[in-house]
């Protein structure tokens, strides 16, 4: 069964004190890793696709990079505007329609 | 215009209400979905439409009527829901259905059952 585990749940930084959220994935043949980036009562918000190991994506204090197990999602300097919850997604199994989606990770960053 | 609008953004409704929530996308993605999100938790598939056909019915109960009446718009009528199907109910599309597609959310309609 696909399984897509999210470390840590919440996470609380002061401002500019860079970390890493981790997502670790058992999917048999990955076909891309999603992050999503979703605030309170709103919709997630698409930040980046990676689809091999040894990919990294960047937009603006975050970069993304994968391995054949994990992604990290990696926040350089953060501002309290970057406080919302990661999600992670990955394509469930045989599905050409479905993500198996973490339970996400609370960011909160404190100025 | 790169949005995806869902409206009401807040509804409650008792047990034996009929109502409706609506999304619409000016993209022209041939791919709209809906997901259920309950707190704390990730969202949660519950129907596709492709080419504004029922694609996939994720084992949804009845009470949750999905339409698509044309390319731009997704509507999903409630009926005799219980308490525990509160939540957020998210609308999403993609250019075309598949899974390496990358989604656009809606802002969601924030649902209570009384």
């Known amino acids: 069964e696909d399984q897509v585990t999210q470390s840590p749940e919440a996470l609380r930084l002061q401002e500019g004190e860079s970390s890493s959220l981790n997502c670790s994935y058992t999917?048999?043949?990955?076909?891309?890793l999603f992050w999503y980036r979703q605030d309170p009562g709103k919709g997630p918000e698409f930040l980046f696709t990676?689809?091999?190991a040894g990919e990294e994506k960047e937009k603006e204090r975050l970069k993304a990079t994968l391995t054949k197990k994990e992604s990290f999602l990696h926040i350089t300097a953060p501002k309290p505007e970057d406080s919302a919850t990661y999600l992670c997604?990955?394509?469930?199994?045989?599905?050409?329609?479905?993500?198996?989606f973490g339970k996400g990770t609370l960011l909160t960053v404190n100025p | 215009d790169t949005e995806v609008t869902q409206t009401p953004k807040h509804l409650v409704m008792g047990m034996t209400n009929k109502k409706s929530l609506k999304c619409e996308q000016h993209?022209?993605?041939?791919?709209m979905y809906w997901y259920k999100q309950k707190a704390k938790k990730p969202p949660e598939l519950m129907f596709v439409?492709?080419?504004?056909?029922?694609?996939i019915n994720e084992s949804v109960p009845s009470r949750f009527s999905p339409e698509c009446p044309n390319s731009s718009l997704l509507n999903l009528h409630l009926h005799a829901l219980q308490p525990e199907d509160s939540a957020l109910y998210l609308c999403?599309?993609?250019?075309?259905?598949?899974?390496?597609?990358?989604?656009?959310f809606g802002s969601g309609t924030q649902l209570s059952v009384l």
């Open positions: 999403a599309s993609s250019p075309r259905q598949g899974v390496e597609e990358k989604l656009f």
């Open positions: 999917v048999s043949g990955l076909r891309g």
């Open positions: 997604a990955v394509p469930s199994g045989g599905s050409n329609y479905k993500l198996t």
């Open positions: 990676l689809y091999s």
């Open positions: 439409y492709s080419y504004e056909k029922l694609s």
């Open positions: 993209m022209g993605h041939r791919a």
